[in-house]
Nanobody
């Protein structure tokens, strides 16, 4: 099982920025896809952004142009840079690791609240 530890959440005003981090317990090259998901109260969990072992990225429509996913293989860490934050971005953000064979592991989540 992969241990994933998220950090960087908090309270930010609309228009502000945050950077989330997800540290993995194994080298990133052994993970097919690292992704960020979010879940707001009463809503289904949705994909925010993903990055493959080869560096390809994809984003949810609601965050395109505002969020950027990246990875630092030396630190076994994936980042989510969130700019121009909106109140509707408020949610618990989860990190997910998808390994060969379809095995998936999740982090514990970090709360992001966008409010004035």
């Amino acid at each position: 099982q992969v241990q994933l530890v998220e950090s960087g959440g908090g309270l930010v005003q609309p228009g502000g920025s945050l950077r989330l981090s997800c540290a993995a317990s194994i080298p990133l090259f052994s993970i097919n896809v690292m992704a960020w998901y979010r879940q707001a109260p009463g809503e289904q969990r949705e994909l925010v952004a993903g990055i493959s072992s080869g560096g390809s990225t994809n984003y949810g429509d609601s965050v395109k142009g505002r969020f950027t996913i990246s990875r630092d293989n030396a630190k076994n860490t994936v980042y989510l840079q969130m700019n121009s934050l909106k109140p509707e971005d408020t949610a618990v953000y989860y990190c997910k690791a998808l390994r060969p064979g379809g095995r998936a592991d999740w982090g514990q989540g970090t709360q992001v609240t966008v409010s004035s």
